[in-house]
């Protein structure tokens, strides 16, 4: 099964040049892997003339562990699918396939290099005037698109069997909804917040709330989901976004998708009062932080709920009451989603630049306090909180 | 694929007596085909001496239209894994299964005649004081170890990619969730309660709540349910009962099977004030249809929470919080769907003898005025029934 392992740069060079269509057979290629996730392999193949893909491997292991932490490979062919369907509704949002080679386990695809990863240019506080927009709009197609509200019964059925995805989806399961919640031995918590970690530990109220969401999680099949929509999965520049990585997609709740979009924004907020620079300067970004929030959301449902009324194939879901009902329910959903993940990237294995960029323990645990605190508010308030103004009025407040 | 068909009595009981094992190779076997459901065939074949068993088989178009209504065979398949996978957690309700072939599209499984059709069984006011417990016994045991709280990630998710049944689902996304609010041709209606079906499809709050039923139909894989539990499949008599014809089956709300069965006791509970007979016997055997009905859900909640608290593997899920939590949210949607159940039996396509058996249409439109009122109610009022006493005596009061 490690068979199809690239063994040299000219057999990686070889595959672009052969499964991408963007070289000129004349032109020399170099390759380098530039990898910067756990789990697969990537290389970027490029031309002295500019033109250039990228490579994305699964071995069927972990790639910072090694064979001792196995995975299946049918990840790569959930991403290339799911990557091939997103484009289907927003072609301008997510990098092109030119090719999905199953025997390699192995895409093709278009470079987005000119873009940077979102988590960086928020920690370096990055104007992105199309964030929220592109975001919510990337949200309301993808994911009313892959919904009983549009498709088919039929294709809806087949498309689940096809994304079923258990191994990536037990990382979530886990990873989310329980190490954070326990004295997990995989948590990664610092010693200034350990009493915070414990108060968490015993707050049966959240930990009920929690179970709900996981619950959800578990059984709720309402669209293809990305299923690992957080800062490192998006590219933006002030001109554009992209969206990567779908390789943890599944017939998941809505709200996991625009929840998580949601929490890393608010990690972010929470992070940027204690990096350096000036308070002035810090106070803006957070302002335009909760400004992008509150853009991706009106983006996400002021388009989805026209596709709702203009596309809902299903009349019995076609009704104008259900429509705002509905959306009511998705908000709620996307706001205790966004609540675990400022819980899990605060106490759980997986931690965030917009955090770990604060350099001392103490000044990171104000940040962190503050992290917690609001993904606490967000998963148990999540039920009384009727739009997204008054969810940012209760960020503000902590 | 109709070739499967068999061709004669003789082949017929050449089958049964080479795939069950019940047979003396020496006893002489007669057939019957005693199917009076509308999609399949069933067979009996038994020896003078009182041997018997059933033959199902499943032809790829519904039985009593012919080819013009193609229906998948997968459906057998379905029935026969159902079949087998109830039997390891109530061995006692169910038929055995002596054989399944994929190449026949047919089971041969144990012959209950020995009980009764519990429609006709109701319908003649029987006696069944078992049947209450061991209904909600059938629903606690199938349904809590098909479910997320017992299963294995993994495990889980392959049987929800093996139950797919788009077919069978597609039926009840119509005939439940669809055709009864509106003016449907498929529709069957009294004229006399003609003012009363055109209540309903202007009736928005009800027309809502439907809608979110739908939804959770729809996407809700919380377990493997029977997916067709109505009182035609189930046999009873006063020692015991079986339960057959899993062939809806996929992983759904489990809210849907328990309301079924709720459903199809009131909608006999509507009939039984307008059949013939002593008010007084009429009276007694409402009350006793009420006491099922509680009967039913205490046994349900209580071994299901038994089993929540001894055998849920998550322990994310394994909270007592989250399990009185739980078992509210399954009361409020089996009552949900219990009235989906007693609105489509009334105006719907596929009407119920409970009803049918009252001759004179005026009659009867009293009955059906009350089915409907009845599940008017339980669809709008469910999140407001705390408990099944609650939801009884607002029963009583229609």
Chains 1, 2 share one sequence.
């Not at 390699?104 to 920690?123: T, Y």
């Not at 520049?237 to 943890?248: K, M």
């Amino acid at each position: 099964m490690t068979d199809c392992k690239f063994v040299s740069e000219a057999e990686v060079i070889d595959f672009a040049r052969h499964h991408s269509g963007v070289f000129d057979p004349a032109e020399a290629l170099s390759v380098e892997e530039i990898g910067d996730g756990n789990i697969n392999f990537v290389y970027r193949v490029y031309a002295a003339g500019g033109n250039s893909v990228i490579i994305k491997q699964a071995l069927p292991y972990v790639r910072i562990i090694g064979e001792g932490w196995p995975l299946s490979q049918d990840r790569i062919r959930i991403e290339a699918e799911a990557l091939m369907l997103e484009a289907e509704y927003c072609p301008d949002l997510v990098p092109r396939v030119y090719h999905f080679d199953a025997a390699r386990s192995a895409i093709v695809m278009e470079d987005i290099g000119a873009f940077e990863n979102l988590r960086h240019a928020l920690v370096a506080r990055a104007e992105l005037p199309l964030l929220g927009k592109q975001l919510g709009r990337f949200c309301a197609e993808t994911l009313f698109h892959t919904s009983d509200l549009y498709l088919d019964a039929h294709r809806k059925k087949e498309m689940v069997a096809r994304f079923i995805n258990p191994d990536l989806c037990k990382i979530t399961e886990d990873l989310f909804f329980w190490d954070p919640f326990c004295d997990h031995e995989r948590n990664n918590i610092n010693p200034a917040i350990w009493s915070e970690a414990e108060a968490l530990w015993r707050d049966e109220p959240l930990k009920l709330e929690v179970a709900r969401l996981k619950h959800r999680f578990l059984t709720c099949a309402e669209a293809l989901v990305h299923g690992d929509l957080h800062s490192g999965s998006v590219f933006a520049n002030a001109e554009g976004t992209r969206i990567i990585d779908p390789e943890f997609a599944y017939f998941g709740p809505i709200g996991f998708d625009v929840g998580s979009l949601i929490g890393n924004l608010l990690l972010n907020y929470a992070g940027q009062a204690q990096l350096p620079g000036e308070a002035s300067e810090c106070e803006a970004y957070r302002a335009w932080l909760l400004d992008a929030v509150r853009e991706l959301w009106n983006t996400f449902a002021g388009r989805f709920g026209e596709l709702m009324s203009s596309s809902t194939k299903d009349p019995s879901l076609n009704l104008p009451a259900y429509r705002e009902a509905y959306l009511a329910d998705l908000l709620r959903d996307s706001l205790g989603y966004a609540g675990t993940e400022l819980i899990r990237r605060t106490v759980g294995l997986a931690h965030v630049l917009d955090l770990e960029a604060i350099e001392d323990p103490q000044q990171r645990a104000k940040a962190e306090t503050q992290a917690l605190h609001l993904g606490r508010m967000l998963v148990l308030e999540r039920a009384q909180l009727s739009d997204i103004d008054a969810a940012i009025e209760r960020v503000r407040q902590i």
